[in-house]
């Protein structure tokens, strides 16, 4: 996923059991976009690992270190 263009890092957390939360930063809102459909290609291959559909957000940085 590194080699999506302007992505600038990618996070997952396990955020309760059975549960983890990932996210991921982008350089442009426009790169965010474009990269949509790839994630979406590769999110589908880790759908045997799901118990249920992935629910996606996106928002604007607050901050970033």
Known sequence: MMSLPGIQSICTIVTGEGEITSFAVYDTKENFDA???????????????????????????????
């Open 35 to 65: 990269a949509s459909p790839e994630v979406r290609e590769i999110m589908g291959g880790f759908a045997a690992y799901f118990t249920a559909p992935p629910v996606s957000k996106e928002g604007p940085t607050v901050f970033y270190m």
